[in-house]
């Protein structure tokens, strides 16, 4: 962003005129900074400002000289004044508004990034000051022009995770002994994983409003998360019962069930489930193992080479591999067993490295 | 008047001595003289080896027909002096592995110093123990594993051992965990295995989970062998690590059994390992072995996922015949367990049995498959508690201290929980099975760190039961390596399996309402040996034939 300002401010300069003695010093400060002299850059600079006081760029390039060596509280004089001779000058705003923003004055910060369309740093002010549907908003275009840039990426977490505190603060205070105050304090609960709290505020909630969505399927995974399967399998039953058409509850009881050792019962659930949202890997996953625990080789091998067929890399596919690898050894099909552990082995391999970096 | 009274009285002596439905089937004691503490002596520094102790064993040293109790010890790491760095300290009494005679009264007597196993070996930090006779004088000898240098302990025959470790040439080194006598040849003399954890030092120790101050797991330390010794039979032991193939497969070993998965007459091996693939060491029949965890599908679990591998037992569970393979881990793994399908094939059938809905967010150590209830099916006990003492800070949904697991076993291949008798939580590790008062049901010990050991003296039912003594005379004076089978039930004959220890020789089969059993003993030797219509509720000695 840096760069861009210099090219822009160089081009600027280029229509300007200042006298022979302000030239000298101002090549001098040009010379320094290409010697990451900043020091030097920054008396250079204040002396083309003391020769030219109506020399905005002079200004400017004090400020960022300033700015070179961190020093965002002197670069902060300078870039003011630039912008009082000339309002109009976007490199001004876009380094005003970076010191700013550095020195914690995210409010005043706003106004110039928004100017110099800086929406990266723009979405960070915003958070800054609690604006954070805007916060997300800027944040997200920055990310189309830079994708995964990790502080973006960092910064817009964070602002979704404040935006969504935000609305559980009003709805806590607002409706305290709501069934979704409970819930939000139940799912709060399951993330940090203090899951006998999590239970009994899902209970809570479910008391006031047994047929709220999802709450069930909630209260499921923390049972699920403490492997107590039957009351996980209850909760995911009353789910399915109250939203037929849901693919993951249906999904999440055939898990259960499965856990249990109930294969059979399982895979039924997985069949619908599967009619329900086909393609969906896990519970090709999970139908290929009920198939397996109940002694039927074809389905399973149907379902994990269906997966296989979707999803090519990643855990799940390790897994399908595995499984496939260990079914044909039991039919002494040594080849395709030996072929799918290689392919286990590779997936494992490069999941190990992915999960080093 | 008095028939009245004697009726009462007897009604009353039943109502006493009966189990009621559905009441425990442990009574938990803490026997009088059983005064033990096991120090692991937990540091800041968190140093990996202070969660890993420690073994106990159930073994009859003075052969007086009453099972002993012998407990391995931590120890006590020295503070860093000036001239030199943090070392492990064993001098003080408190810090000593014990040995515990019973008595008739089922009181226990501490015997270590007369009995000459005071020192523990300075320098060393304490695991586990093995027992076996391995110069088949008709006393068990104990070899106890230790951070640092393991120590052979013979029995004289007199309620004294001698350390024959250096004559023996069994010291080993480095970090060695579990143990087990076996005889990988059938020679008729007991070789000898030892797991090993890792490359580490109280120099090279980690301190992993940032400010929380937390145990590392075995990936931040190197890998190291398994350490094999063969017997010559002159009190010698010969290190065949390398040649006979075990030394080629390093890995994080912790719990080690033995059985002959396949049928071929050699002993296998399958060890634990922490946080990786296990291993099971196939026995070539040739002094030499074959890792084929993999290709036998007793490596991972069902989901091609590494395990946390710790405590092991090698029986068959479900009564074919076949040796299974159960394994303890950490929460969030679940055990597995490896059903033997045959043809030297395995699968995970965690599932089917019901131990994963019993093991999500446990984490085991000792382990056995024993009959508890004399019904014919072996039931499944582990003893629990994570391996991080500040693991709620971390998720509190796991726990530190934990109670133990006992599963019984419904037939048809599946397990049901049931009350093991205590609901106290402890951080409970070695844990060795047997009959303690020969009263015909199966009795467990565990160790806990920090604590004393826990004993679940059995309640004992209606149920009948034989238990068997094998006297080897070709093969190893134990019979250690025979195949038992008692109407439709198969045993292996073994001490080793569980975490760290060592378990009572005797075979135990529970017959449910048979008053009678048929035998079949196959011997190590290759001898096939039937024994029909002997009665139930005795212990029996088994002399093998002189001649085949």
């Known amino acids: 962003m840096m760069h861009a300002a210099i090219t822009v401010l160089t081009l600027w300069l280029a229509l300007q005129t200042i006298s022979p003695e302000a030239t000298q010093h101002w090549n001098a400060a040009q010379h320094a900074e290409q010697q990451k002299q900043f020091d030097v850059a920054v008396k250079e600079y204040r002396a083309v400002t003391q020769l030219e006081p109506n020399f905005a760029a002079g200004f400017v390039s004090l400020g960022q000289a300033f700015m070179e060596q961190r020093d965002f509280s002197s670069a902060l004089a300078p870039l003011k004044h630039a912008l009082e001779l000339d309002s109009n000058l976007l490199p001004a705003h876009q380094l005003l508004g970076y010191a700013l923003l550095a020195q914690g004055y995210a409010a005043e910060a706003i106004p110039h990034l928004d100017r110099a369309h800086e929406q ?127 693919a993951e509850a249906a999904y999440r009881l055939g898990d259960a069930l499965l856990q249990q050792g109930k294969a059979h019962e399982a895979r039924a659930v997985l069949e619908r489930s599967d009619r329900l949202q086909p393609q969906m890997p896990e519970t090709l996953y999970a139908l290929g193992k009920a198939a397996s625990m109940e002694g039927d080789a074809s389905a399973a091998e149907k379902a994990w080479t269906n997966l296989l067929n979707i999803e090519k890399e990643g855990s799940l596919a390790a897994q399908a591999h595995f499984g496939l690898a260990g079914l044909y050894r039991k039919q002494g099909k040594t080849e395709e067993a030996a072929e799918h552990m290689r392919e286990f082995q590779r997936l494992q391999k490069s999941g190990d490295t992915s999960e080093r970096q | 008047m008095l028939d009245r009274f004697s009726q009462l009285v007897c009604i009353l002596a039943l109502i006493a001595t009966a189990t009621p439905q559905g009441a425990p089937i442990f009574d938990v004691k803490s026997p009088r003289g059983l005064d033990f503490t096991l120090q692991n002596s937990p540091t800041a520094q968190k140093y990996l080896i202070e969660t890993m102790p420690g073994g106990v064993a159930l073994l009859d040293y003075n052969n007086d027909g009453l099972l002993d109790i012998f407990v391995v010890n931590g120890g006590h790491v020295s503070p860093m002096s000036g001239s030199g760095p943090d070392s492990f300290d064993r001098h003080d009494p408190r810090y000593w592995n014990r040995l515990y005679r019973q008595n008739r009264d089922g009181s226990f007597t501490d015997v270590t110093e007369q009995s000459g196993l005071a020192n523990a070996g300075e320098g060393n930090y304490g695991q586990g123990v093995a027992v076996g006779d391995y110069d088949n004088d008709g006393f068990p000898d104990l070899f106890v594993t230790n951070y640092g240098k393991n120590i052979l302990y013979h029995n004289n025959g007199d309620g004294t051992f001698t350390d024959v470790t250096a004559k023996a040439g069994v010291a080993g080194g480095g970090w060695s965990v579990s143990a087990g006598f076996f005889d990988y040849d059938n020679d008729g003399k007991l070789d000898l295995f030892v797991t090993r954890y890792m490359e580490w030092d109280l120099q090279h120790n980690k301190d992993c989970g940032g400010n929380f101050h937390t145990y590392c797991p075995p990936g931040e330390f190197p890998r190291t062998t398994n350490i094999l010794y063969h017997n010559r039979g002159d009190g010698t032991f010969e290190d ?112 089917q049995t019901g131990i994963t809905m019993l093991s999500g967010v446990t984490a085991g150590w000792g382990v056995g498959l024993e009959d508890f209830d004399n019904d014919g099916q072996k039931d499944l006990f582990v003893a629990q508690g994570h391996v991080l003492d500040n693991v709620e800070k971390i998720d509190p949904s796991l726990h530190y201290l934990e109670p133990p697991l006992l599963a019984m076993n419904r037939g048809g291949g599946r397990f049901e929980p049931a009350d093991p008798g205590t609901h106290a939580v402890v951080a409970a590790r070695g844990t060795a099975f047997g009959d303690l008062n020969n009263d015909g049901s199966i009795d467990v010990v565990t160790t806990v760190l920090g604590g004393p050991p826990q004993v679940f003296m059995n309640r004992g039912g209606s149920n009948h039961w034989l238990t068997i003594s094998l006297r080897g005379t070709r093969s190893n004076r134990d019979g250690l390596g025979a195949r038992v089978q008692v109407n439709g039930q198969t045993r292996f004959a073994t001490t080793s399996g569980s975490y760290e220890s060592a378990n009572d020789k005797r075979l135990h089969f529970g017959l449910g309402p048979a008053k009678s059993a048929k035998v079949e003993v196959l011997w190590p030797s290759g001898t096939h040996q039937v024994l029909n219509d002997v009665a139930a509720d005795q212990f029996l000695e088994i002399r093998e034939p002189e001649r085949p």
């Open chain 1, 120 to 246: 990266g740093a723009l979405g960070i002010a915003q958070e800054e000051t609690g604006q954070f549907s805007d916060a997300i908003q800027n944040l997200q275009a920055a990310l189309q022009k830079r994708p995964n840039d990790p502080d973006l990426l960092y910064y817009l977490g964070r602002a979704a995770g404040l935006l969504s505190k935000q609305s559980v603060d009003t709805l806590l205070a607002a409706y305290p002994d709501s069934s979704r105050a409970y819930q939000s304090m139940a799912e709060n609960y399951f993330v940090l994983r203090q899951m006998a709290e999590a239970e009994k505020q899902y209970e809570q909630a479910l008391k006031l409003r047994p047929d709220t969505p999802n709450l069930h399927l909630e209260l499921g995974q923390v049972f699920a998360m403490t492997s107590r399967w039957p009351q996980a399998e209850e909760q995911f039953r009353a789910e399915s019962k109250l939203q037929p058409g849901n």
């Open chain 2, 240 to 351: 065949v690590s390398q040649r006979s193939g075990i030394a080629a497969k390093k890995g994080h070993g912790l719990g080690v059994a033995f059985a002959d998965y396949d049928g071929d007459g050699f002993t296998d091996i399958y060890v634990a390992n922490d946080g990786m693939q296990q291993y099971l060491f196939h026995n070539n029949g040739n002094g030499t072995f074959t890792e084929v965890g993999m290709e036998a599908g007793a490596a991972l679990n069902a989901d091609g996922g590494p395990l946390s591998g710790m405590g092991v037992v090698f029986q068959d569970y479900d009564n074919d015949g076949l040796p299974d393979v159960i394994v303890t881990t950490l929460p969030r793994q679940t055990y597995a367990v490896f059903h033997n399908d045959g043809h030297g094939s395995f699968s995970d059938r965690g599932l």
